[in-house]
């Protein structure tokens, strides 16, 4: 199994540009969801989901957009990049919906600047 | 509000010291509960969990916390750090019956001295 991978590892946008980070499983979990890293800031959570068709938002989720239309995928969004998303992005599943009992996985990350 | 506090923000140990890294968090309600560790240029991975039964849990490397309830807190352990724990490390939370989010805290950045 790859695990969880997530792409690009780095990217650099403009004001205003819009991209989509992509994440995918293929241990057929169920629960898949989204952190962002910032130095002193810790983990915090951007949207989750427990199942395809599901999602819901987590602790900070303006100016990002998700969708689960596959088990394997669960993309991010962003519509329109601003500086205060400058961040490391990082993907994780676990196999039960009920999350809280589960071990996540974590993908490698990606490195978002936003000039 | 924030529901998951480390308090040690960065910790530097010599090499065979004991170590104890504090985790409280804000929730009277059932909880389950993490510790996950970041090596450097490495994924997040699991290094112990709390869902019920014993509150000291055993994890990976020597590592164990032990939960306890009347304090809220869940401190990690180890009793003589190596080099090689020089990482960054996470307590996490999920409120049981209350949603399925996993909230992390600001993490402990730790540097073992060789």
């Known amino acids: 199994n790859a695990g969880v991978t997530q792409t690009p590892k780095f990217q650099v946008l403009k004001t205003g540009q819009s991209m989509t980070l992509q994440c995918a499983q293929d241990?057929?979990?169920?629960?898949m969801s989204w952190y962002r890293q910032d130095p002193g800031m810790g983990l915090r959570l951007i949207h989750y989901s427990v199942g395809a068709g599901i999602t819901d938002q987590g602790e900070v989720p303006n100016g990002y957009n998700v969708s689960r239309s596959t088990t394997e995928d669960f993309p991010l969004r962003l519509l329109s990049a601003a500086p205060s998303q400058t961040s490391v992005y990082f993907c994780?599943?676990?196999?039960?919906?009920?999350?809280?009992?589960?071990?996540?996985?974590f993908g490698p990350g990606t490195r978002l600047t936003v000039l | 509000a924030q529901s998951v506090s480390q308090h040690n923000h960065h910790v530097i140990l010599s090499e065979a010291a004991s170590l104890e890294l504090g985790c409280n968090y804000s929730y009277g309600g059932t909880v389950n509960l993490f510790w996950y560790v970041q090596y450097p240029g490495q994924h997040l991975q699991l290094l112990l969990k709390y869902f019920s039964g014993d509150p000291l849990v055993k994890g990976i490397k020597g590592f164990e916390a032990e939960f306890i309830k009347s304090k809220f807190s869940f401190n990690l352990r180890k009793p003589s750090v190596q080099w090689s724990d020089t990482a960054e490390y996470f307590c996490a939370v999920n409120r049981v019956n209350r949603d399925d989010k996993i909230i992390f805290g600001k993490g402990t950045r730790l540097h073992i001295l060789p």
């Open positions: 241990m057929n979990h169920e629960y």
């Open positions: 994780a599943s676990s196999y039960s919906r009920a999350s809280g009992t589960d071990t996540q996985y």
